[in-house]
């Protein structure tokens, strides 16, 4: 029996072209005097928009991002060390094309996590896979995957993202198995895909949280050679967001 041929589209993944065939079915008006290549060019072009929708949005869900920020939504009035050109500048990608490395340094809520998530969702939507995590829920997924034998998959899963996130970078000073795993991670990246690290610490304090010179010096070589630092400036957001909620709530 020959099967129907939203069945065979169905058979061949082709949901794009299902649906779009659906509407056209639908709308037979509208379509009537387009010949066959224009209809086909159609159900094609939909099909593509389909396919990098959900890329995109399986992309998101890998990266699992803290924050649901966006490049678009990036304030440049407060004063906080940055200005747009930077911003465009990263934006145009070249730091990812050499396989550089981005240091974002600043006090607590001054906007690096937001920073380091809003490029990253940014690079997603250019087809690019973004991981985050905060340094000491990686070093502890380490561990655990080293107990339960997934230490190799782990491994392979961070050698294949474009960019890696490391937030609340030297909020604790590393053990010798931390300092090991992360020397793992940061040299098997190294000269071959980008970094991102977010750090309350200003980077010559990096030293002392790592907590060995031997590993410390290994880490901090493949890590800030041709780095680009950003050092973010000025008072918390958070802190600004809370006045003025304040003083919309006397008003």
């Not at 709308?27 to 890329?55: A, G, I, N, P």
């Not at 966006?70 to 940055?82: L, P, S």
Request: aromatic content about 6%; hydrophobic content about 40%.
């Amino acid at each position: 029996m020959e099967l129907r041929i939203e069945e065979q589209l169905s058979l061949l993944y082709l949901s794009g072209v299902k649906q779009a065939l659906a509407k056209q079915q639908e709308q037979t008006m509208l379509y009537q005097d387009m010949s066959f290549e224009e209809r086909l060019q159609l159900l094609l072009s939909h099909e593509l928009v389909q396919r990098e929708q959900r890329k995109i949005s399986r992309l998101e869900k890998q990266a699992a991002f803290r924050l649901g920020a966006q490049v678009e939504q990036i304030d440049y009035r407060a004063n906080r060390g940055f200005n747009a050109s930077q911003i465009r500048d990263l934006l145009q990608g070249n730091w990812l094309k050499h396989q550089q490395n981005l240091l974002l340094t600043g006090a607590a809520g001054c906007g690096k996590s937001y920073l380091a998530c809003a490029l990253g969702r940014y690079f997603i939507r250019q087809g690019m896979a973004v991981r985050y995590y905060r340094l000491k829920t990686l070093l502890e997924d380490m561990r655990l995957s080293q107990a339960d034998g997934s230490y190799p998959r782990l491994l392979n899963q961070l050698s294949q993202v474009a960019i890696l996130i490391l937030d609340d970078w030297g909020m604790e000073v590393l053990d010798a198995t931390e300092r090991s795993n992360l020397l793992e991670v940061i040299d098997m990246r190294h000269g071959k895909l980008s970094t991102v690290v977010a750090s309350q610490l200003p980077v010559d304090k990096w030293y002392v949280m790592i907590g060995e010179a031997t590993f410390a010096e290994a880490i901090l070589d493949r890590l800030i050679h041709r780095a680009i630092r950003l050092p973010l400036t000025g008072e918390s957001m958070r802190k600004q967001q809370s006045n003025l909620t304040h003083a919309d709530q006397k008003e």
